[in-house]
């Protein structure tokens, strides 16, 4: 079995952890952040630095909203006359000509 392999299947292995007074299964990966974190919070400054190494490679960029559909020219003057036309009926001028 390659060592990647062994890592990964060790990592996912799950163990007991007391909680708040709960007793809890997770996965000795989560127990690791853990207790990586809980040593970065009570200063550990090579905590601190592994912490933030490991938010920064991890962590995944904000992905940039795209739109789903662009408006031709034609679509914004059919909206343009729909949201008057709305705001003529709100205010109470009816164009029954129509």
């Known amino acids: 079995m390659a060592l990647a392999r062994l890592v990964e299947k060790s990592a996912q292995e799950r163990i007991f ?6 007793r809890k299964r997770i996965s000795k990966s989560e ?9 970065a919070m009570s200063g550990d ?6 912490m933030a190494d490991l938010m920064n490679r991890h ?21 343009t006359g729909m949201v008057a036309r709305a705001r003529q009926q709100q205010n109470g ?3 029954d000509a129509q």
Do not use: C
């Open 17 to 22: 952890v007391q909680e708040n007074g709960t």
């Open 31 to 39: 127990a690791a952040v853990k207790q990586l974190f809980n040593l």
């Open 45 to 50: 400054q090579r905590a601190i630095k592994l």
């Open 59 to 79: 962590s995944a960029p904000p992905v940039a909203a795209t739109p789903k559909f662009t408006l031709t020219e034609v679509d914004r003057e059919v909206l």
């Open 93 to 95: 001028d009816h164009d």
